[in-house]
Structure formats: structure tokens, C-alpha cells
């Protein structure tokens, strides 16, 4: 199994454990988007009670890669998604926050789903 792989299966495994449903394929492909960040400790995990990350979300996943308009709207769904996996989760594993964000704002089109 190769490293990706072992990433893919560890944020299904994450998923499930919480029972969020999950498209393997699509979270395959979110997790390719990251690139190399997933196998850097600090940027494979998003932290929920930091404004500046918070807004590093926003602006470069929600904004830049799926197209969404700047509003409120996005705040909170950001918050709703922290609050989904839990704020004494520490691992709030970036591929999952962005798989969940991309679900809520129903953008699977981006990629090609």
C-alpha cells in the first residue's frame, strides 16, 4: 500500500469511526488535491480554534478552489463542520474538513463528481 493510500485509508477510518458517510472515490480526490501536505504533521490537520487557520480555509479552500461567494454563509459552515467532528477532536484531519466543507456547500462538481 502506498503512502497516499495509507493517508486515504486513515481519514476513511476517521470518518467512519464518527459515522460520517463518505464517497471513497471523493475523498480520494480531496485528499489528492492537498498534494504533499498530508504528509507534513502541522498542515494535515486544520485547527478549529484558530481565526488565522480558520481564515486560511475559507479564503484558499472554500473561496479560491470551489468558487463560493465571501459571506457569512461560510463562516458558518466552517463552524458547523468543527463542531461535527468535535472541538476535543485534536486531529481534525484537513482532508476530512475539506471533504465535509465540499459536501455541505454541495460543490462535488470540482471534482468531477
Known amino acids: 500500500m502506498s503512502k497516499f493510500d495509507e493517508k486515504v485509508a486513515k481519514y476513511k477510518k476517521f470518518m467512519d469511526d464518527r459515522d460520517f458517510r463518505s464517497n471513497d472515490d471523493l ?3 480531496v ?8 504528509y507534513k504533521a502541522d498542515a494535515e490537520t486544520v485547527s478549529g480554534s484558530d481565526p488565522k487557520e480558520l481564515a486560511t480555509v475559507k479564503n484558499n479552500f472554500l473561496i479560491k478552489k470551489l468558487g463560493l461567494a465571501d ?7 466552517i463552524a ?6 468535535g472541538k476535543s477532536e485534536r486531529n ?6 475539506y471533504y465535509m466543507l ?12
Open 31 to 38: 485528499t489528492k488535491g492537498l498534494g504533499p501536505s498530508i
Open 92 to 97: 481534525k484531519y484537513r482532508a476530512v474538513v
Open 27 to 29: 475523498l480520494r480526490a
Open 71 to 77: 459571506d457569512a454563509k461560510l463562516d458558518a459552515g
Open 102 to 113: 465540499m459536501k455541505k456547500f454541495d460543490k462535488e462538481s470540482v471534482y468531477g463528481f
Open 80 to 85: 458547523e463542520v468543527m463542531d461535527r467532528i
